[in-house]
């Protein structure tokens, strides 16, 4: 890849980009680091940082894409299935680490922190405050590994 050239360094920002979900999706926020990127795609740490100079920063990479995955696995043609679909997402792994992105996002004080709050404030527009607000209950009893009574079933 030319990283001298303009076209090279547009895809070697693409590529440390995917790369930053990839690792997301598959291992969780805490698992993308410089050094994890660098062992995928085979660029020095240094080379990463003038992409993304900061943990903040990698969070640029996200566009919209978490946001996309988590509603794609959600059924809003009623209440029922809204809390169904939930329910089952909360069984795959890339949607689970999503979820503890969000919740953990309240103890950051930077731009993650407002990108968690768009996306909750996107999801509340889309689906309804109260049902979101039931949802995340049932998503950090299930983290908890505690036994929820939701719509007659067990769940945890």
């Excluded at 996200?62 to 509603?71: A, H, L, R, S």
Aim: with cysteine; glycine share 8%; charged share 20%.
């Amino acid at each position: 890849m030319a990283k001298n050239t303009r076209e090279g360094a547009q895809q070697t920002e693409v590529m440390i980009y995917q790369t930053i979900i990839d690792i997301f999706m598959e291992q969780g926020w805490d698992a993308v680091t410089y050094g994890s990127i660098a062992k995928r795609t085979g660029l020095s740490r240094s080379g990463i940082q003038r992409v993304v100079p900061t943990k903040e920063a990698m969070t640029d990479a996200f566009q919209g894409q978490v946001f996309n995955y988590v509603v794609g696995l959600i059924d809003d043609s009623s209440h029922h299935t809204i809390k169904l679909s939930w329910q089952a997402a909360l069984n795959e792994p890339k949607f689970v680490h999503c979820i503890k992105y969000l919740i953990n996002a309240i103890n950051e004080h930077s731009g993650g922190k407002q990108k968690a709050t768009l996306g909750l404030q996107r999801l509340m527009d889309m689906l309804g405050q109260q049902i979101t607000v039931e949802l995340l209950g049932l998503s950090v009893a299930h983290l908890l590994d505690v036994d929820v009574v939701w719509d007659g079933s067990q769940s945890a």
